[in-house]
């Protein structure tokens, strides 16, 4: 693939290193894929598929899964540039077998034939894992989740709290907390009772961090426990007007950000992300971001949560710049990954090159897969370490700045030790 | 003018792709210049001479052509390491048999005399056309052009809307409507059958496109037409203020919006430019942007308008890193062109690269050369199409993900083919 | 360090040219280093190893020098991969006969004790220059400094005047001006008569430009006389509240650019910083940005005092796509440096590409040390020169646009000709 033999060489070496993912979709109860549609239905090749002219009908629930899938491998012809096309020709080729040149409509039985064949082996989860190279993924887990039927040593439980924060207007997740916590948290004690019940739980069942996904807007600051209380007793009655949402909102984010500090579990931000931009796109393709958005407004956070560490992802690659500074100056901000819209080649290439420059090398996580998938982890990692191998060669071993060894070095941190350490796994 | 076989093969090839135009300022009564008063009068030119410390006073009408030039030429010197000031080298050589290495002052009247020569010769739009290998250019007619004496099928009529929604309050915008339509659009249905009328006419004779640029702020959204007639009807009695001429500019917007999805013509927006931010500077060199805006302003249009295809042009990277998403999620937005201050080699590079990487390739519209005078579609193609070369040999060509010939029909796409089907020409 | 002849042959021209450095820090009055603490003490380091872990106890006054130096340099493990590392090897390598590959805790005391013998020297600032070919430094001189015990031609003083725009509601400020100045500016005209004294000493004293840095949200624009009156009533009444401060800043901003008009200085604007955003962070290590700013801003004051240059740095590379656009257009704006956070390579390599793409080369002031001890500037220097070497090559000799003589004069303009028009050098 290479012209170049000290890429390939840092490229081969980087792969040999076992990877930690520290963000995934996961479910435990199911990583593998069984069949070609949990492949294709990645939200990734249904929203491409979908903007490049694909209707929504083989989305639908009742619709079969082989004619699914040979709508979407229809359409591959109109992506096949995307690095996200790449992605799946990878897993074709590393765990079905595939040998063409390129994936289109005519290869849709013999790949859902071998993807039914191959992954529903009853080892499949461990072949991928193993060839995967992959220990430990972290997920991302709903507040009432019992964790209980799972290896929590494989994979990492994370409290995930977009739900706690901007959704309790909703009576289901109201409700959902009463049963989860039996605590009906209708003011700013009894949420804060609540709210420890889960991080004792998650805590005790090995959850690793806390992690939530904000609007480009959202600008943290603490709230009064009695202007909270107010907030989400008036939730609680379903008497919430904009303002008692917001106070609530802020109130249980900066709760969090206590209890991570109290729990000592790292608390995740993902910035910028906002939901339901084209509400009649596919399933978890309707969001989109808006670069107006600050590190700025986290300013006051990080200050008040000085022992609390918030990996940072990012959008743009104009963010990814503001990051490269704040984790330069706050001791407890760290890059985190290449995230969602940014996690594309061209963008890794110039965020990452900003990060090595100017980062301490101890404070950079440097990928997560964010898969839904166990077989989406190897081709994403892939993409980025073809990149990191890439940027350590022009930018540390060729002037001189690290030698081959140590540019492996700072690549094992950024793939696997800065994760053990600044999560303890 | 590359070492790399590879880049210079693609480069080639792409060049034997005829062209279409999507997007000039060509006037097809007199598209090829006559003189080099007709090249240096380029805005690029005279702006950039000016920035560089020539005064106003040889571009004043009165001024002598040639004088003017010799100024011109005069203040090359200082920007001889622009782009722009490759386009200008790329012409005296390609077009006016120019030999040298950089033309400077002493130049001036072989240059002026070989173009008057050779621009006054009888064929010599023909002649530039060939050399060119262009076949279709999209121009930017007025609402009131008749577009009664040229030939439309090599020069594609374009509805350019800026004065319809941001100069309404101009007494001679509105008089020019009522001439052109024989309609007084003094209130919302008035407004509605004046702009149908022009509709009717521009695709009758073979527009393929309604266009608008637009300031960093402007959100669009439906106005109602209460709302509108009042406000139509306040600038038509000359008593409009502030917010009755937004509400007319929000309302004809959607409006046009509405007849692009009637009339099946894509709505081209060009986002971003503040019009007279430097009102001392030079004829079409006073407007300037403002990197704060994302088209989350425009969510609501591309919702309501699903079934509008909506070319974007924008003017920083920042805001082409959105472009690149929103179009990845939405099938009724599309790239187009790199655009006015972003048309640079570097920023083309990083968007264009970005593109290729994320959106599908059947959305992109790849190139235009927003040029006044047909000399200028070469240079400026040229300069993308290296670009487009080298990107092809690095991201897609050596790392396996494209054969040659692919590749070179990806090409195809960006400067021929998407051009014809989503404009249907 | 580079395989590549043209690179190299290009940065060893370049580094032939002598320096004029336009913005340091440098204290005149002891512009060397004494002490490798002297080195470490630059917030690049302190900062850093506090972010990455280092606690501030070393760093306080009452520290031992010596074990200071030991705990940062303890840290620099886990800030090898960055640029600033790199430059303080660099230092270590020409200045101190420093041998190895990487530095460490354990080269600790040699260091120190080379740093004791070497820099004390009678004549180590001679040498220093001498070594680093810089011929004038620029100086940032508070604008009570007498200016009255240093050689002006060799360390060219700056009225800096962030204290006078945004400091005015501390006592101790106003105190200053009046001692300054013998005016107790209290009002809008003995405020002018104060500020005119200041610029009548620093000018007569040798001083070639005003300078100022400003917070990401100020946008320039002119106070009414009799409001800067009131104003400044209420501030050195000691009864300004928010109202008031911003109009005095206002007010006092415009009065400055007034004063460089008359005075024919140049007006340094150092745009995008928020003072003590992490306030216990080291000292000069509090401040960040906010990426929402746009040039736009300064769209009335570049109107209005086309007369007077202004040369702008900026922290993003947002800001610079929007600064290539505006020096494009403004005859009195120019590109100045690659300043604080965006002085990374990778940074200054996609921000000056932009530069040299696309604004007039005599309106580019290449780099700045902004060093606080003269050993900065040749690392520093080395860094943008190895960038520059690049992209010369890459941008112009390669594809033909100069000969390798001409890049090396495009060099010069940037590292030195440009500095001495503009500023009358």
């Not at 503001?322 to 890794?348: D, K, R």
Request: aromatic letters at 12%.
């Amino acid at each position: 693939m290479w012209a170049d033999r000290l890429v390939r060489d840092l490229y081969a070496e980087i792969c040999k290193i076992p990877l930690i993912d520290p963000h995934s979709h996961i479910d435990p109860r199911r990583p593998a894929a069984r069949s070609l549609d949990d492949i294709l239905g990645y939200h990734y090749y249904t929203e491409l598929a979908h903007s490049a002219g694909m209707d929504k009908a083989p989305l639908a629930a009742e619709a079969s899964p082989r004619e699914r899938d040979r709508a979407i491998l229809n359409h591959l012809d109109r992506i096949d540039n995307t690095a996200q096309y790449g992605w799946f020709l990878d897993i074709c080729r590393t765990f079905l077998g595939f040998r063409g040149e390129r994936v289109t409509a005519a290869d849709c039985d013999a790949l859902c034939d071998a993807a039914d064949r191959i992954m529903n082996q009853s080892d499949w989860e461990s072949q991928v894992l193993a060839r995967t190279n992959v220990e430990k993924i972290f997920l991302t887990n709903d507040f009432d989740d019992r964790l209980e039927d799972f290896d929590t040593s494989r994979y990492v439980p994370c409290l995930r709290t977009d739900d706690l924060v901007f959704h309790l207007n909703k009576p289901e997740v109201r409700e959902r907390l009463s049963q989860a916590t039996a605590v009906e948290a209708t003011d700013a004690n009894l949420m804060r009772e609540a709210l420890a019940i889960l991080f004792q739980r998650f805590t005790q069942r090995g959850a690793k961090a806390c992690a939530i996904s904000l609007p480009p807007h959202f600008a943290p600051s603490p709230v009064f426990p009695e202007d909270l209380s107010t907030a989400l007793g008036e939730l609680f009655r379903g008497e919430a007007d904009a303002g008692s949402r917001a106070a609530a909102a802020h109130g249980v984010f900066w709760m969090l950000a206590e209890l991570c500090r109290e729990f000592k579990l790292p608390f995740d931000l993902m910035i910028g992300v906002n939901r339901r931009v084209y509400p009649e796109g596919v399933h978890q393709g309707q969001d989109l971001f808006d670069q107006r958005t600050s590190l700025l407004q986290y300013a006051e956070l990080f200050n008040r949560f000085i022992d609390v560490v918030f990996p940072i992802s990012v959008l743009t690659s104009g963010q990814n710049q503001e990051l490269v500074s704040y984790s330069w100056i706050f001791p407890n901000v760290v890059t985190n990954g290449h995230w969602w819209y940014s996690n594309i080649p061209t963008f890794i290439d110039r965020d990452l090159r900003a990060r090595l420059q100017a980062v301490p090398k101890t404070k950079q996580l440097g990928y997560y897969s964010d898969a839904y998938k166990l077989e989406f982890v190897l081709p994403k990692f892939n993409m980025y370490r073809r990149i990191l191998a890439q940027i350590l060669a022009d930018d540390f071993v060729r002037p001189g700045v690290y030698g081959e060894r140590q540019a492996v070095d700072l690549a094992r941190l950024l793939l696997r030790e800065n994760t053990q350490r600044i999560f303890g796994v």
